[in-house]
């Protein structure tokens, strides 16, 4: 049997061993948790800020304890420590309120234990809208009201609170008076900064998880890659102690029995027929089926064939082994599966989906009933058979990968042969654990009949994957591609519903019903939280109060309302509520259980409360199914995928420069022989002026220099290679690793000013080695003055006049579409926000005064969420009017003419068909804030609101 990793390491012994916990608080969490726009002194952003902090955090700790900084990951990733405490925020709060004997009924019982739910009532109280929203604020605040002595807080030590946690999270602590036993002496020493951190990390909660790469990659350069297959702390930070000591190949690669992030499909960036061509013309086309994605690990015991062992990990690490079986013995898929593999099988590692089968109607269900089958299979074990008569599902494993196999790593192996594999050495068990049949396209039209079918039979979607592919842990990759429905259509209509429900929350959310004609029922059919302004809370609130009920002590008559599984905190009576105007941009047309209509809106907005209708004259579920019926056929004509673009307009055009497509004639031979990568541009921190690395890429060029994107070590050994950047991004941080200087884009400048290659001297470099600074500071008098440079000039006075760019094409335009998201939080890749602006045209109009950076980053706000800037009014989906002076009668002036002719060439463009209907848009011609409010609310918000 395979020995965990970190059994076979020995502990790293730190010369300091019992750091205190004020230390982690002080340096780390409280620091970071400063960090806002108003506060980054001379950072460029917040990232940077929080970048360097974590790195100043590191080196403290090497220096003052050593290099076992393993105890402290547990509680500055408390989301990715092992521990369970079973407590989440509500058994905190009460746990807390017994602790400290808050009266019930309470003004201060009600603000703990009821901080949800009371967030609207004493929000306008409280300014600090950051800390209102943390539980382990309030708790801490009301621990500390409520003791004699305030304690210093610097004597509790990191291993305290780790020995503290790992008792919390055993199973005969399960009573409360049991926790507050052990709780209570080290909540007494900890002082009120600490208190709050100390209950966050009880709640898994990291303030850090944002900068969890950086902070893995300040502390080693290998240490994210490692994380990604081995997923344990303690593996990675006793393994990983010095930085100069790379992990061999092998160790990068998938590890047995342990959890480690998936290969992910790219969302669609070619069309149909260069799909095709990438693939090779030749492809798996599978379904994407709406499951779990699970990878399953085996291992046998040499010794005993009937002996098995499995893991059960989800794309996120989440290790289900006990719900699925960790041996041949329990579990809702292991006891079946003593026979699924041939005998000279003895270690695997599969990739695939766990969903629900339901037996009776021969389907896959939907995702939402696949832990209740699995819990339901994995204790018939132990009751009776007649328990579970009426349950018709279980869980049903689908393979569509292997891994790994006696020891042998296959992610290197093609995906063809890597399915071949599976064949000879899985023997299927029907509707328990099968293999996926997959068949092979060819060409676009392929692709379009796949497509085609999703949308006509309202399944997830189809992935595509190149058969000579090979895995790629912890990648979105190209040669695996995602197409879903919701990429190809678009629900447009704005429907009245009456209010219903209500979840209590931060943001409290409402759900809205549908009347079924044939009974006068009101069936809940969504859910919508955005939308909403303090004003529309205050009336909701006005308009219904003393009318709710709550759910659970007085569920609503089912003759007159109907919920489906879920259920809200407090309902009421049609005839008590009010209507809302709901938009949504997409439609479920798949059976579901979560709402009685059995269907449901997506990316919903409330538009408005429609005083002037009553709930009697709101949509029935008869004429909503008739639209859903139009929406769900209506797929004849030609649908294209939503285009992601290439590749972002930053990067794309540095390419660009870098493979000569962009003409600037050289006017001088000043950086001849010079190899330029560029990573930032540049901010000047007197005037704020920001110039853009495309900007700086066309100076390079205009003087004789080459841009390139990869490193050129001949050109670097000689001196000759420039990497440009003043901002510590992550891939930054990677070259400097390498031992390649960062040299600040200044020094462009300054050799272009001198009109010669000026030596480098510290203001010039931004991260450098030792002997590169110690040189350059010799080139400073005793006060630190230059010898040779003096103050900068405007960089208008070395760009002049650049040769215009030749007019792009529309195929190349498409690879200027996006900018680079970096730190990209490892979130849910569907979320609405990356597809906020998607299939929406917008045409900018700006006053000529309005500066170009500004123009710059409202269309990349626009792009990043898969919005298209567009130069034909035609094409345009909204016309946004750019910010500009109000109390300048010359710019306002400009700015009317200019949409008063843009309204005239729109109308004189308006074609009518037969029966007068239009069959043109009509853009919407809205303020600026309309994207700057939409990106906040993560929802296409009211235009109305907006316009200009």
């Not at 609207?120 to 801490?140: E, F, G, P, V």
Request: glycine share 4%; proline share 4%; aromatic share 10%.
């Amino acid at each position: 049997m395979t020995t965990p990793l970190h059994t076979n390491l020995k502990e790293p012994k730190n010369f300091n061993p019992d750091p205190h916990f004020s230390f982690l608080v002080n340096e780390l969490f409280a620091k970071v948790d400063d960090v806002t726009k108003e506060r980054l002194g001379g950072f460029a952003s917040i990232t940077a800020k929080k970048s360097f902090i974590i790195e100043e955090f590191i080196k403290a700790w090497k220096h003052y304890v050593g290099l076992n900084i393993f105890p402290a990951t547990r509680l500055i990733f408390p989301n990715r420590d092992g521990r369970l405490y079973f407590m989440r925020d509500v058994g905190l709060a009460r746990l807390v309120t017994k602790m400290c004997k808050i009266p019930k009924n309470s003004a201060d019982y009600k603000r703990v234990n009821d901080w949800k739910k009371n967030y609207h009532d004493y929000k306008r109280q409280n300014h600090d809208k950051r800390k209102l929203r943390a539980l382990s604020y309030i708790l801490a605040q009301q621990v500390s009201e409520r003791r004699d002595l305030q304690p210093k807080g610097d004597d509790v030590t990191i291993a305290e609170i780790n020995d503290v946690l790992d008792n919390l999270g055993m199973d005969e602590l399960g009573k409360a008076e049991k926790q507050i036993e052990l709780l209570r002496p080290i909540i007494d020493r900890l002082s009120t900064e600490e208190l709050r951190w100390f209950f966050q990390i009880i709640l898994k909660d990291s303030m850090i998880a944002p900068m969890e790469t950086f902070f893995f990659l300040a502390w080693h350069p290998d240490a994210p890659a490692y994380s990604n297959v081995v997923n344990n702390l303690k593996a990675v930070f006793w393994r990983l102690t010095d930085e100069t000591e790379r992990l061999h190949e092998d160790e990068l690669k998938v590890h047995l029995m342990y959890p480690f992030l998936p290969q992910l499909a790219a969302k669609p960036k070619l069309s149909y027929e260069e799909l095709a061509s990438k693939m090779e013309h030749n492809f798996y086309i599978e379904e994407k089926i709406d499951g779990d994605r699970m990878l399953m690990h085996m291992q046998r015991n040499p010794d005993d064939k009937n002996d098995m062992r499995f893991k059960y990990y989800t794309r996120r690490c989440r290790d289900y082994s006990l719900l699925y079986g960790e041996d041949l013995k329990y579990g809702a898929i292991s006891k079946y599966l003593r026979h699924a593999f041939n005998e000279g099988v003895t270690s695997v590692v599969l990739d695939g989906e766990m969903v629900a089968w339901d037996y009776r109607r021969n389907v896959i269900l939907p995702f939402g009933t696949l832990k209740a089958s699995a819990v339901q299979e994995a204790v018939r074990h132990f009751t009776t058979e007649d328990a579970f008569a009426d349950q018709s599902a279980w869980p049903l494993y689908i393979i569509y990968d292997i891994l790994y196999l006696n020891g042998i790593h296959l992610e290197a192996t093609k995906l063809i042969d890597r399915r071949a594999a599976l064949r000879r050495l899985v023997n299927e068990i029907p509707h328990r654990f099968e293999v996926l049949d997959t068949p092979i396209g060819h060409s676009a039209q392929d692709i379009e009949d796949a497509i085609r079918k999703t949308v006509s039979e309202r399944s997830e979607g189809v992935m595509l994957k190149n058969i000579n592919s090979k895995y790629k842990i912890a990648s979105r990759d190209n040669s695996w591609v995602k197409i879903k429905p919701e990429y190809l259509e678009q629900f447009g209509e704005n429907l009245d519903l009456v209010v219903i429900g209500v979840i209590k929350g931060v943001k409290n959310a409402y759900m809205c019903a549908l009347k079924d004609a044939t009974d006068g029922v009101y069936k809940s059919f969504c859910t919508v939280a955005n939308g909403f302004s303090e004003k529309e809370y205050d009336e909701i609130s006005r308009i219904t109060a003393t009318k709710w009920h709550v759910f659970k002590t007085e569920p609503p008559p089912p003759e007159r309302v109907i919920f489906g599984s879920r259920k809200p905190d407090l309902w009421i009576y049609p005839e008590d509520s009010l209507v809302l105007e709901i938009k949504a941009r997409s439609i479920d047309a798949s059976p579901l259980a979560t709402y009685a209509v059995g269907t449901t809106l997506h990316n919903l907005y409330c538009r408005q409360i429609r005083d002037d209708k009553s709930f009697e004259e709101c949509i029935t579920v008869q004429e909503y199914r008739e639209m859903k019926r139009l929406h769900s056929t209506d797929n004849t004509h030609k649908q294209d995928v939503i285009k992601e673009k290439k590749k972002s307009s930053r990067r794309a055009l540095l390419e660009s420069f870098s493979e000569n497509t962009v003409t600037i004639k050289a006017e001088s031979t000043l950086f001849n022989s010079f190899s330029f990568m560029i990573l930032s541009g540049k901010v000047d921190n007197r005037t704020g002026e920001r110039i853009a690395d495309t900007d700086i890429a066309k100076v390079i060029k205009k003087y004789g220099g080459t841009i390139t994107q990869s490193i050129n070590e001949e050109a670097a050994a000689s001196g000759r290679f420039i990497c440009i950047s003043e901002i510590m991004t992550i891939k930054a941080r990677q070259i400097h690793q390498r031992g390649i200087d960062l040299i600040k884009p200044k020094w462009i400048f300054q050799c272009v000013r001198y009109a010669s290659i000026i030596p480098l001297e510290p203001p010039l470099i931004f991260k450098g080695s030792n002997t590169l600074i110690e040189r350059a500071k010799r080139r400073l008098d005793s006060y630190g003055d230059s010898y040779i440079l003096h103050p900068e000039l405007s960089i208008d006075q070395y760009v002049g006049d650049l040769n215009p760019v030749p007019p792009l094409q529309p195929r190349e335009l498409k690879r200027f579409r996006s900018e680079i998201i970096t730190d990209i939080n490892d979130g849910d890749e569907d979320s609405p926000l990356a597809y906020l602006f998607a299939d929406i045209q917008v045409y900018i109009v700006a006053s000529t005064s309005t500066p170009h950076w500004q123009r710059e980053g409202l269309q990349r706000s626009i792009e990043r969420y898969q919005g298209i800037i567009t130069k034909e009014l035609t094409l345009a989906t909204f016309i946004i009017i750019m910010d500009y002076d109000r109390f300048d009668f010359k710019i306002s002036q400009e700015i009317e003419k200019k949409v008063n002719k843009i309204s005239k060439d729109i109308a004189g463009q308006l074609k009518l068909e037969k029966k007068d209907i239009i069959r043109v848009k009509i853009p919407n011609i809205v303020r600026q804030s309309f994207i700057l409010e939409s990106i906040h609310n993560k929802v296409l918000v009211d235009p109305q609101d907006h316009k200009f």
